[in-house]
């Protein structure tokens, strides 16, 4: 045995109850005096005359002979003599680690586990380069962070993560924002010849708009690599003629299908005639018009077009021009953080979504993704929720991915988002999560979490994440690392905003 192999040993495969099994060993942790050397969640490996086994620590008990029988422990303690002051006690003590077998690594390929280890073989911690190729990692791939309990950097194949839509689920504070930074980095500074990607980004809160200000040098690469397009939510506009009646339809609550019938004959009219394009008032003042239309019908259709014409969202031009702003290697940043109502943000994240997929769908923009933060407030599970976008999003979650129109959807209400949508998100980074609901909704969304993974969501801590799906082979913890540029104006804790304000004042 190598000195290097010795040094790595963790452990001895003993035979307990069922095990060694085809799935299941236990081993006797090897102790380097108080040093814990042997952590749950970590991968480990026994080497067979086959492959090498590997596995996962699932739990690790403690135990010692003294302190077995109740009735001597309390026997002494009323004695008031501690057993560890007459016995040797701590050398009795050892600790046994449950592992779960994942798969077996037979000349450079993973394999269904099919052969039980052996009693006395030795557990070591897994090779980084098995590891790597196990867990289906590429040098090349974006760098999210560092896998926990692993000094093995978190590179996933970018074909693994993105060609597939991604769901980033957690609680409120647990990271999801500051991953999806970190993703941004990394697919910016991506180069020409390793595929750049056309990213959208639906910023609901301005979380991300410092990043407008972010340059090529910032992230060491070149100085073309990338480009930024900001837009505030307040200049977004849509352009009329590429509205169909049907599409205005499904804007306001309830028109019936004489109205869209009637909307929709005056519309033709209209595109005939006015070729440069026209705005809702002009279709108002056509209405108006109309002299065939009913009066109910009439008045129906003016209130719900003034209705639509106050949000300032329509116009005779699109802003921006999609078929133009989305280009390999740029990033289109929405900003609807001017927004209070729900309904624009609705109304933007629903013509977006039918224009990418429109457009992506005849070839005529790149393969995009789109992040859509607060995901459930647009397509909700519950039906009563008013939810323009939903079914367009739900359109694109199921057809897209064969064309590369990806989702990345982030959602602090797992159990708000619509099924439909979440069963699609073939990928998932789940960050700290502790409400019930919320972790029962993502367990059976997904297939990869058992329970012991699960019950890690709730112990997991701010920035660490659960990658399950498509882009590992099995659920791997990953520390996510740290941005490289940082906002400028990150919000000030309390105690600073209150001296600020008192200093005002
Ligand atoms: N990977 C990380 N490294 C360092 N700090 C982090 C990390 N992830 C999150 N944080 C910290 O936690 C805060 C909240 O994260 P955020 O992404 O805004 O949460 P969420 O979007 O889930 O509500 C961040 O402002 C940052 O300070
Ligand atoms: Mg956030």
Known sequence: MTKEMSYSRIGT?????????????????ETEESLISARRGEFVSVAAEEGVV???ISDLIRTN??????????????????????????????????????????????????????????????????LSAF????????????????????????????SKHLAILAMSGAGKSY???????ELLARTKENGRMAVVVVDVHGEYSYLKDIAPMDLGVDSDTFEIEYI?????????????????GSLVADMSSIQVRDLKRIISKMSAQMKHGFTLNDIIDYVR?????????????????????????????????????????????????????????????????NELLFLRRRGEIPPFLLILEEAHQFCPESRHELALPKTRIETMAREGRKFHALLCLISQRPVKLSTTVLSQCSNQAILRTTNPYDLDHIGRSSEGIDKAALDAITTLEVGE?????EVVSVPAFVKIRKRKYEPKDTVQSLLDALRKADKKA
């Open 232 to 248: 505030r939510g307040s200049h977004f506009q849509v352009a009329v003629r590429s509205l169909s009646a049907e599409a205005i």
């Open 13 to 29: 495969v003993i035979c307990e109850q069922d095990t060694p099994s085809v799935m299941l060993f236990s081993f006797v942790v």
């Open 135 to 162: 867990l289906h990692l590429d040098n090349q791939g974006p760098k999210l962070g560092i896998l926990a309990h692993h000094e093995l950097e978190f590179t996933p194949s970018i074909d693994r993560l993105l």
């Open 65 to 130: 002979r003294y302190y077995q029988h109740a009735e001597a422990v309390r026997e002494y303690q009323s004695r008031g003599e501690p057993l560890r002051s007459i016995f040797p006690t701590d050398r009795w003590q050892y600790t046994i680690a449950h592992a779960q077998v994942l798969g077996f690594w037979v000349d450079d390929k993973a394999l269904r586990p099919y052969f039980a280890v052996s009693p006395g073989a030795s557990v070591h911690r897994v090779d980084d380069d098995i």
């Open 54 to 56: 590997i596995a996962r």
């Open 465 to 469: 994440a659960l990658f399950v799906g």
């Open 179 to 185: 991953f999806v930074s970190v993703l941004l980095e």
């Open 289 to 353: 018009m109309d002299e065939t239309i009913s009066k109910n019908t009439r008045e129906a259709l003016v209130g719900w077009l003034i209705n639509l014409e106050e949000t300032g969202l329509f116009g005779k031009e699109s802003i921006p021009d999609i078929s133009k702003t989305i280009q390999p290697g740029k990033l289109t940043l929405i900003d609807l953080s001017d927004f209070i109502s729900l309904r624009k943000k609705q109304i933007v994240v629903s013509h977006l979504v």
